[in-house]
């Protein structure tokens, strides 16, 4: 496997050399636990640890890497590795949370993940149906600059008349 078939590509490379981390390796963040990361680059899987200096510097939790980020890591033998740096993000899927500033503002972010390149929302045409939802995700998925398909699920549980119906809503 080489890194480009794990989406690496000229963006990230211009993007690490313009960081001066040409002494790193980067790896692609798969999961967070607790702390610990699960990354994966043309080598295989490991686990990764944020280094002192990082969480110091860090002032909220957009500084530390997501689902998604590339990372410049130094492996530290095994199946081990610190993370120095995120490079930089093409596109960001995040959501407000959290307890409200004097504006009625939610004061934290969660970021749900990284370097996405299309977002599919699936929704049921059934009981659960909400356009609401859709556009929601639709507005989610948008401010962070990544792409949308809209997946309708169960359309054979409704008739034609009533599924044209819910396209037109959906296109409007």
């Known amino acids: ?64 890497p997501a689902v998604g980020d590339w990372v410049a890591v130094k492996k530290t033998g095994g199946e081990q590795a610190l993370i120095y740096e995120i490079l930089s993000r093409k596109t960001i899927i995040k959501r407000k949370y959290g307890d409200k500033d004097r504006s009625g503002n939610k004061t934290e972010t969660q ?14 045409v059934n009981r659960d149906y909400n356009l609401n939802r859709i556009e929601r995700y639709l507005s989610l998925v948008s401010n962070g600059g990544v792409e949308s398909a809209i997946i309708l699920n169960k359309i054979d549980l409704i008739s034609s008349e009533e599924l044209a119906m819910k396209l037109s809503e959906i296109k409007k």
């Open 1 to 64: 496997m080489k890194i480009e078939d794990l989406g690496y590509d000229d963006f990230f490379e211009a993007s690490r050399k313009e960081m001066g981390l040409d002494d790193f390796s980067v790896s692609r963040v798969m999961a967070e636990h607790k702390g610990a990361y699960k990354l994966i680059d043309q080598d295989g899987e490991f686990l990764a640890k944020v280094t002192g200096k990082r969480i110091f510097e860090s002032s909220s939790r957009e500084d530390y």
């Open 111 to 124: 970021i749900i993940g990284t370097n996405i390149d299309v977002a599919f929302i699936v929704e049921s």
